[in-house]
């Protein structure tokens, strides 16, 4: 018998570097840490190496034991699929999925396609989290993201959901309370309401674009400044200043007339959303699904506005 007979062996040491600890793991499989830390042992008695460098602080994979994880996680995937396979031809998808999404994207649209997804295949169950940070939450185990804006890092897959269409918006009392905008530069010296983060398109320097590539640049004061759109919304219909909100945030306001879009030939530049997941031979078929799933969900709910 090699090391690669035995999955559970394999599933063991994995989850044991998933988790960061035996004792935690243990904890996860339902076992005793004695139990699985004998499991290591003959895992590693079999491979002829150290996989894993224990103290009494940390524990840290050994080269061998990385070189390991890589081909013991491509196992395990293969070997899930070809269950998840077998299981969808008897009764359709099943397993769990992690996702993670930022948080206003992730609160609204994100989850819709995840309950959209569940009602469409009945045996996935899904977790949510919020994140700005994808590297960081596709090693602590998440499966995919979906994400709006920059993806600067090249350590995941990225694949695009298409760009996010932003307008410039003001409450009817905000703008009662100014002189009527005709022109960009009329704006300029608005109360104003911007994102913190750059990556989400958030900047005191406000780029409009307009019809026959048409450009404008205002350098605006703000009276707020958050990390997050959706509290932009809130002061924005609290008469505070003027957002540059997504239209996936603003077209239900936009509609009842909460706000009003302010210079309508007029629209801020426009940010990417990705579906990321990560770098490995193969996914599990869940997942797969999932992405395709995402990519054409979002093809639908990032698609122009109604014009009324």
Known sequence: MTMFNDLHLLRSFVTIVDCGSISAAARALHMTQPTLSRQLGALEEQCG????????????????????LQDARALIELADEAEQRLRQEQGGLQGNIRVFSTIDFGQT???????????????????????NRPVHMIEEGCDAGIIAGTITDERVVARS??????HVVASPGLVAAHKRCRRPEDLQAWPWLILASANFGGTREVMLYGEGDQ???LQVQPV?????VTSLREAARMDLG????????????????RLVRLLPRWEARSIPAHVVYPVRRTLPLRVRTF????TQYMATALAAPRRG
Not at 224 to 228: D, T
Not at 291 to 294: G, L, P
Request: proline share 3%.
């Open 49 to 68: 190496a150290e996989l894993l460098r224990r103290d009494t602080h940390r524990m840290s994979l050994t080269d061998s034991g990385q070189r390991f």
């Open 109 to 131: 649209v994100v989850s819709r396609l995840i309950s959209s997804f569940i009602q469409a295949h009945p045996g996935v169950t899904m977790e949510l989290s919020y994140s």
């Open 161 to 166: 959901l298409g760009q996010i269409r932003r």
């Open 215 to 217: 450009e404008h640049r």
């Open 224 to 228: 707020l400044i958050s990390e997050g």
């Open 242 to 257: 003027v957002a540059v909100l997504p239209t996936w945030l603003a077209e239900e306001d936009l509609v009842s007339g």
């Open 291 to 294: 992405v395709d799933y995402a």
